[in-house]
């Protein structure tokens, strides 16, 4: 290697030092928001079933969640939903979004059939969220789930930690939600699917006070 050539090198690893080291340490923007405790009761047709779940302290740890809630739903035709949303106030020191993908097999969930699903808001826009069905003995359900916050919806985890980059740099800011919904199928699968459609963008609706943009 020539001189010239080192001494580009050489220049390109102080930059980056000195740009992950000013990334590092500047501060970082977390907005106000709600607590998650407060989260509707009602939900449309959907009303809460019982107290919200709370996580042994070991779990707790596990997770590394900010702020998390998960609640049972009812809807008026006797569908029961479970809800979860784990928000993460920033996801520099290591805390960050646990993908049911990795948490679900590990509680004997297995998981079938991925595929991407449309969930439409009450304003007529649209986002991509992930649909699997999921079976645990005799329990069968579908489930949705996406990523959320800083004003971006996402399906994949690894477009939203390259948003999380760029928005730490651009915004500094990396907070936001991992957000799940799981709607009994019983013997209307294509039923449990619409609702649980339907049941994701009202979440997503009533999310920005909890989730800021």
Not at 63 to 82: F, H, I, P, Q
Not at 143 to 155: D, K, L, S
Request: proline residues 2%; charged residues 25%; negative net charge.
């Amino acid at each position: 290697m020539n001189a010239r050539r080192l001494l580009k090198l050489l220049i390109l690893l102080v930059a980056g030092a000195a740009l992950i080291n000013w990334l590092q340490f500047r501060g970082e923007n977390v907005p106000a928001r709600e607590k998650l405790a407060n989260f509707p009761e009602a939900l449309g047709e959907w009303k809460q079933r019982g107290e919200a779940f709370t996580f042994s302290e070991e779990t707790d740890r596990v997770l590394g969640a900010t702020d998390y809630t998960m609640r049972e739903y009812v809807s008026n035709d006797g569908k029961v939903a479970n809800i979860y949303i784990g928000y993460y106030g920033s996801q520099r020191v290591g805390a960050t979004y646990h993908s049911p993908q990795n948490c679900l097999p590990g509680a004997g969930w297995v998981m079938l059939d991925l595929r991407e699903a449309e969930i439409r808001r009450a304003d007529g826009t649209t986002f991509e969220a992930n649909q699997y069905f999921v079976e645990n003995g005799a329990y069968r359900e579908v489930m949705i789930y996406w990523y959320q916050g800083r004003g971006r919806t996402a399906a994949s985890e690894y477009i939203d930690k390259m948003h999380s980059v760029l928005d730490s740099i651009f915004s500094r800011r990396t907070d936001g939600a991992m957000v799940r919904v799981m709607v009994n199928v019983g013997d209307d699968e294509a039923g449990a699917v619409e609702a649980a459609k339907r049941l994701s963008a009202r979440v997503a609706d009533d999310l920005d006070a909890f989730v800021p943009r």
